[in-house]
C-alpha cells in the first residue's frame, strides 16, 4: 500500500516539476535512507559486541 503511495506521488512530482525535483529528491531520500541503514547496522554490531565482550567476561570471571 505505502509503495502504491510512493510510485503514486513519484510520478506525480515527476510530470509536475518535469522530473528534476522528483530525480534529486528520490536520491536525497536514498542518500537518508542508507545512513540510516549504516547506523542501525552499526549500533547492532557495537551492541552484540560489547554483549558478547560482557558475557566473556562474566565468564572467565566464573573461572577463576
Known sequence: MGRFL?????????????GFFDGSMYD??????SL???????????GAINSSTASMVHVFSNLF
Open 6 to 18: 510512493v510510485k503514486k506521488i513519484k510520478a506525480w512530482m515527476s510530470s509536475e516539476q518535469g
Open 36 to 46: 540510516t541503514a549504516l547506523l542501525l547496522i552499526a549500533g547492532l554490531l557495537y
Open 28 to 33: 536525497l531520500g536514498m542518500v537518508l535512507f
